[in-house]
């Protein structure tokens, strides 16, 4: 069995796992996200990416990133410990961090089937759809599970301790 920190990829080790996968036919899915707090709704949404396709590759904002992204709190989770958890769901083969304000370049360099995002973003707002499906790939929208969000645990949790 693969240890989780090794589906965890940067550099020529994520470039020769992209050459494997796809020297055996498999597509590549990609997507990307913060996965701060880990809950139901990101494993729903990353089993129904993985389902689209060949390899789940997903792209972890850092930490730099995640605060650019959502604020000075976040990430209430250190990347590397993200990275971990996202590594162990089956679902999932590869993750690679980016510290970039958006997925643009990872998007480029990984050259995904398959360009996988929530249902809440429009196509056209979708960073890397028009060079996904340019190259004769597809773009994926997964609507969430309703009622369940990073933000949404940490407003509750913070509810409950001023009780």
């Not at 020529?12 to 020297?23: G, I, W």
């Not at 989770?77 to 997925?103: K, M, N, S």
């Not at 196509?123 to 929208?141: F, P, Q, S």
Request: hydrophobic share 40%; glycine share 10%; charged share 30%.
């Amino acid at each position: 069995m693969i240890s989780t920190a090794e589906k965890i990829m940067e550099g020529k080790r994520l470039t020769a796992f992209l050459d494997d996968r796809r020297a055996s036919g498999e597509g590549i899915v990609f997507t990307n996200g913060c996965f701060d707090i880990i809950h139901a709704g990101h494993v729903d949404y990353l089993e129904k990416a993985r389902n689209l396709g060949g390899a789940l590759i997903v792209g972890l904002n850092t930490d730099r990133s995640v605060r650019e992204i959502k604020g000075p709190t976040r990430p209430i989770v250190p990347q590397e410990q993200r990275a971990r958890v996202v590594a162990a769901l089956a679902c999932v083969d590869c993750v690679t961090l980016f510290d970039e304000p958006d997925p643009l370049k990872l998007i480029m360099s990984v050259g995904p089937d398959v360009l996988v995002k929530g249902a809440d973003w429009p196509l056209e707002k979708i960073v890397g759809a028009d060079r996904v499906m340019a190259g004769g790939g597809r773009v994926e929208r997964i609507e969430f599970t309703t009622g369940l969000s990073t933000s949404s645990i940490i407003d509750r949790i913070r509810r409950l301790s001023e009780k």
